[in-house]
């Protein structure tokens, strides 16, 4: 993860290698069935999980930790390039709809040996200042979340 200088905004870049095609990978971030499944860390749930991919489209999701806490997210859908580019932005908020991040999201699909290549780059800011923990997980949550897509995309092959 690469953090700039000032300690309340965050940038991520993963690169993650696929063994399916770009056009199976795009649509799992376009389908919320296929997103609810994977989207989060390891051991989140996804009870509420709605996408309106076109641009202008509003996405929402809300994660459930194991221990019952809710993490609400959404933004608008910004680019919409099928199967090669998506960009949004990603705004987290705390349980009383307070924005606490406010970040945009980049994510490239290209075809890669029969399988898909993504890449993805997120950028984010933290509103308040008890944001700053979720800044610093940020990679792991999305490395997280690309290793729970793969194993969606497995079933499905």
């Given at each position: 993860m690469t953090t700039d200088s000032n300690p309340s905004e965050a940038l991520v870049t993963i690169t993650h290698i696929f063994d399916a095609p770009r056009e199976l990978v795009f649509r799992a971030w376009t389908d919320p069935k296929q997103m609810a499944q994977w989207w989060g860390p390891k051991c989140f749930t996804n009870p509420v999980c709605e996408l309106d991919p076109r641009v202008g489209g509003a996405w929402r999701i809300v994660m459930r930790?194991?221990?019952?806490?809710?993490?609400?997210?959404?933004?608008?859908?910004?680019?919409?390039?099928?199967?090669?580019?998506?960009?949004?932005?990603?705004?987290?908020?705390?349980?009383?709809?307070?924005?606490?991040?406010?970040?945009?999201?980049?994510?490239?699909?290209?075809?890669?040996?029969?399988?898909?290549?993504?890449?993805?780059?997120?950028?984010?800011?933290?509103?308040?200042?008890?944001?700053?923990?979720?800044?610093?997980?940020?990679?792991?949550?999305?490395?997280?979340?690309?290793?729970?897509?793969?194993?969606?995309?497995?079933?499905?092959?």
């Open positions: 930790s194991p221990d019952g806490l809710e993490y609400p997210c959404g933004g608008v859908y910004r680019e919409i390039v099928e199967p090669e580019r998506l960009a949004f932005t990603n705004i987290a908020t705390d349980n009383d709809g307070t924005p606490i991040l406010d970040g945009f999201t980049i994510v490239t699909f290209a075809e890669h040996g029969g399988g898909t290549k993504l890449t993805l780059e997120t950028r984010a800011v933290a509103l308040v200042a008890y944001a700053a923990a979720y800044l610093a997980g940020m990679e792991a949550g999305w490395t997280q979340s690309l290793e729970r897509l793969e194993e969606c995309l497995a079933k499905r092959n």
